[in-house]
């Protein structure tokens, strides 16, 4: 079991919206320690505020050493993020870890999940030491823009989301993802208050592909700002019985042009590598090349 106490005039708060800058600045201090770039934007951290729980680790002057938050959307499997400045926050790390998963048993879950790039010995040694054991392996994938130019795909168009595809938009996303091991079952209601209400979504980087008369594919982009230089696929899924015939090629084809038209200069995705539809395949088919991988623990309550 990890230890909860902090160093002696070490404290807890809250994290809160008026932490935002300095909660980027401490992620992006971690990310260039652990793969060598600033992989979070202002957007992500936006995001992580409204989860469930989220607090930071005080150092004696009142600087924030360190933040630890439950991701939002989670349910019975809530998933833990811990990030420690590189320069004296480590001592934060284990106490973190140790209330966010305390938060999570509080909130019913019946397991936790965290993450760690594998040269990351310390946090996997306070994953372990916590109870967690490895689980499985995410890539990050990335590709430069503008990309290779792709065939047209015979009997599959690929156009802009409207608000009136919204509930079959979903009812794609979730039936393809009950083929995977990890699905947790939702409902739209949760979907559209997860990603839509409230939300500065672009609406002309999602996209849905139509096949044979209906929406065979969907391909959902993360929420991000004008300045943001990466167009990212938050979600990309085919429907069963359209597999293998080039609408997800298709789905990536047009989002990665319209992320381009938008001053995007890269487009990137994180990808399962347990995805028995062997997503990594389609990914590098389209020129995407692996970044890093993340190593996924989980842990039993």
């Given at each position: 079991?990890?230890?909860e106490?902090?160093?002696?005039?070490?404290?807890f708060?809250?994290?809160?919206?008026?932490?935002a800058?300095d909660?980027?600045?401490?992620?992006?201090a971690?990310?260039?320690?652990?793969?060598?770039?600033?992989?979070?934007?202002?957007e992500?951290?936006a995001?992580?505020?409204?989860?469930?729980?989220?607090?930071?680790?005080?150092?004696?002057?009142?600087?924030?050493?360190?933040?630890?938050?439950?991701?939002?959307?989670?349910g019975?499997?809530?998933?833990?993020?811990?990030?420690?400045?590189?320069?004296?926050?480590?001592?934060?790390?284990?106490?973190l870890?140790?209330?966010?998963?305390?938060?999570?048993?509080?909130?019913?879950?019946?397991?936790?999940?965290?993450?760690?790039?594998?040269?990351e010995r310390?946090?996997?040694?306070?994953?372990?030491?916590a109870?967690?054991?490895?689980?499985?392996?995410?890539?990050?994938?990335?590709?430069?823009?503008?990309?290779?130019?792709?065939?047209?795909?015979?009997?599959?168009?690929?156009?802009?989301?409207a608000?009136?595809?919204?509930?079959?938009?979903?009812?794609?996303?979730?039936?393809?993802f009950r083929?995977?091991?990890?699905?947790?079952?939702?409902?739209?209601?949760?979907?559209?208050?997860?990603?839509?209400?409230?939300?500065r979504?672009?609406?002309d980087?999602?996209?849905v592909?139509?096949?044979?008369?209906?929406?065979?594919?969907?391909?959902?982009?993360?929420?991000q700002?004008?300045?943001?230089?990466?167009?990212?696929?938050?979600?990309?899924?085919?429907r069963?019985e359209?597999?293998?015939?080039?609408?997800?090629?298709?789905?990536?084809?047009?989002?990665?042009?319209?992320?381009?038209?938008?001053g995007?200069?890269?487009?990137?995705?994180g990808?399962?590598?347990?995805?028995?539809?062997?997503?990594i395949?389609?990914?590098?088919?389209?020129?995407?090349?692996?970044?890093?991988?993340?190593?996924?623990?989980?842990?039993?309550?």
């Amino acid at each position: 079991m990890t230890d909860e106490r902090l160093p002696d005039g070490w404290g807890f708060r809250p994290a809160t919206a008026d932490d935002a800058a300095d909660l980027l600045a401490l992620v992006h201090a971690s990310d260039m320690t652990a793969i060598g770039f600033a992989d979070f934007t202002p957007e992500d951290v936006a995001d992580a505020l409204t989860g469930p729980y989220g607090e930071v680790a005080l150092a004696p002057n009142g600087a924030i050493a360190g933040w630890g938050y439950l991701e939002p959307g989670s349910g019975e499997r809530e998933f833990i993020e811990v990030y420690v400045h590189p320069e004296g926050g480590l001592p934060a790390q284990r106490p973190l870890l140790a209330r966010a998963v305390a938060a999570a048993r509080q909130r019913g879950a019946a397991t936790v999940r965290s993450a760690s790039i594998p040269s990351e010995r310390e946090w996997i040694d306070s994953l372990t030491a916590a109870g967690f054991g490895f689980v499985k392996q995410y890539a990050r994938m990335r590709i430069d823009l503008p990309a290779p130019a792709a065939d047209p795909v015979p009997g599959v168009v690929v156009r802009p989301v409207a608000e009136a595809d919204l509930p079959e938009f979903f009812a794609v996303f979730d039936a393809a993802f009950r083929d995977t091991p990890d699905h947790q079952p939702g409902t739209y209601q949760r979907w559209h208050e997860r990603y839509v209400d409230g939300h500065r979504v672009r609406w002309d980087e999602w996209f849905v592909a139509e096949a044979d008369g209906r929406i065979a594919g969907v391909l959902q982009s993360a929420e991000q700002g004008e300045d943001g230089d990466e167009g990212w696929v938050k979600h990309l899924a085919v429907r069963r019985e359209h597999r293998r015939r080039g609408v997800g090629r298709a789905l990536l084809a047009v989002a990665f042009a319209r992320y381009l038209a938008n001053g995007r200069a890269q487009a990137g995705l994180g990808v399962d590598l347990a995805n028995p539809t062997e997503a990594i395949r389609l990914y590098t088919g389209v020129g995407m090349e692996p970044v890093y991988r993340a190593n996924v623990y989980e842990r039993a309550l």
